[in-house]
Each structure stands twice: as C-alpha cells, then as structure tokens.
T-cell receptor, first 115, second 116 residues
Framework: AQSVTQLGSHVSVSEGALVLLRCNYS??????LFWYVQYPNQGLQLLLK??????LVKGINGFEAEFKKSETSFHLTKPSAHMSDAAEYFC?????????????FGKGTHLIIQP | EAGVTQSPTHLIKTRGQQATLRCSPI?????VYWYQQALGLGLQFLLW???????NRGNFPPRFSGRQFPNYSSELNVNALELEDSALYLC???????????????FGPGTRLTVL
C-alpha cells in the first residue's frame, strides 16, 4: 500500500518569492510520483511526473520536483511565484503493476500568492 | 485534441435517488478512472475500467458502480444516494499501453453532485 503526506494545507508566499510545497510518500514498491494542480472549479492538470529516470523532474509553468529516495520526498519548487500560480496542488503516488490501485493523493496544499 | 469530457457539469438529486455520471476519455485512451473529491476527505480512488472490464475498485460500497462501453466512454452510477455522496466526481483516462503506472492520467473537469 502507498500513502502521501503533504505538509501544510496552506502555503502563502509573496509574488516573486520561492515556492516550496512539500510531499512525502510511503510505498512498498518503487513509486511513480506525480504533482497535479487544480484551479477553482476545474479538474486536475498534470504538472510533472517521476518515473524512475532523472531524479530532478521539470514540469510545466516553471515547476520542478526532486525525488529523494533516502528522504522519501518529492517536493515541488518554483523559483519565482506568479499570481497565476494560486491554486490547489496535489501530490500523488502510484505503485508499479498497472493502474490497479489508481492514484493515491495527498490532502492537497492551497498555494496563496501575496501581491 | 479534445481532453477528457464529463457530463453533466452539475447534478442535484435527493436522498435515495440514483445518479448517473458520464465520461468520455481522450481519443485512443482505453483506461478510465473515477475519483471522488469530497470536502474534507480529499481525492479518493473509486473505480478503474480498462478494455470494458472493471479492473479494480477503491474502498466504496457496492452502490457505487459503473461500466465502460465499447467506445471506451464510461458511466458511474450511484444508487440509493446519501447526503455524504455530495462531492466532485472526477474522471481520468490513460493509455495503459504498457500496463505501467507511469501512464499518465488526464483528468476531466468533473461533475459536481449535490444530494439534498
């Protein structure tokens, strides 16, 4: 079984500041990890995914995440926050072996951008 | 290329009724997933359909069911609605060519179900 913990249900940063959203996972098998973003009243959009290739993964909109096996972490970062980044962010894990268990999501982190 | 579409956008039902939600996957995708996003409970995996078969289900009662049609579209049925079924129901599709979890799931905009 796998699980995801997102530290901080709300994160507030100033426009132009570094964005850091934390995600720790638990998985009994090598995990595949994802970050999704959800804007109000919309579905989920994939930001990036880790699939056991490079540990530093670059995604859309300037986001990137680093897989650290020793820390069981997959934190999401962006060097400079923009007002349009305000949204709900979800970290998700999927175990190997097909989509059998679906994606296991964290509770989400609401990112607030201060002008 | 059209993304995952879901209908209806909003659905209002009363307790005890049945609700039917529909999903059309991205063209060429054979797998469809359903998730429930309820307030305070987060996103929870409901069902997975692939090639017309139910492959797995999450920890939900049998009154949550569905099917996948030959064109890979899918519907989710919720019988005997309860107040706590009020949620955003998200559908996702993926290729599942390799049967690997690396196949990305692409999400639709969701159906907001309100049970009164």
């Amino acid at each position: 079984a796998q699980s995801v913990t997102q530290l901080g249900s709300h994160v507030s940063v100033s426009e132009g500041a570094l964005v850091l959203l934390r995600c720790n996972y638990s998985s009994s098998v090598p995990p595949y990890l994802f970050w999704y973003v959800q804007y109000p009243n919309q579905g989920l959009q994939l930001l990036l995914k880790y699939t056991s290739a490079a540990t530093l993964v670059k995604g859309i909109n300037g986001f990137e995440a680093e897989f650290k096996k020793s820390e069981t972490s997959f934190h999401l970062t962006k060097p400079s926050a923009h007002m349009s980044d305000a949204a709900e962010y979800f970290c998700a894990v999927s175990a190997g072996g097909g989509g059998a268990d679906g994606l296991t999501f964290g509770k989400g982190t609401h990112l607030i951008i201060q002008p | 290329e059209a993304g995952v579409t879901q209908s209806p956008t909003h659905l209002i039902k009363t307790r005890g009724q049945q609700a039917t939600l529909r999903c059309s996957p991205i063209s060429g995708h054979t797998s469809v997933y359903w998730y429930q996003q309820a307030l305070g409970l987060g996103l929870q995996f409901l069902l997975w359909y692939d090639e017309g078969e139910e492959r797995n289900r999450g920890n939900f009662p049998p009154r949550f069911s569905g099917r996948q049609f030959p064109n890979y579209s899918s519907e989710l049925n919720v019988n005997a609605l309860e107040l706590e079924d009020s949620a955003l129901y998200l559908c996702a599709s993926s290729l599942e060519l390799t049967g690997a979890s690396t196949d990305t799931q692409y999400f639709g905009p969701g159906t907001r179900l309100t049970v009164l």
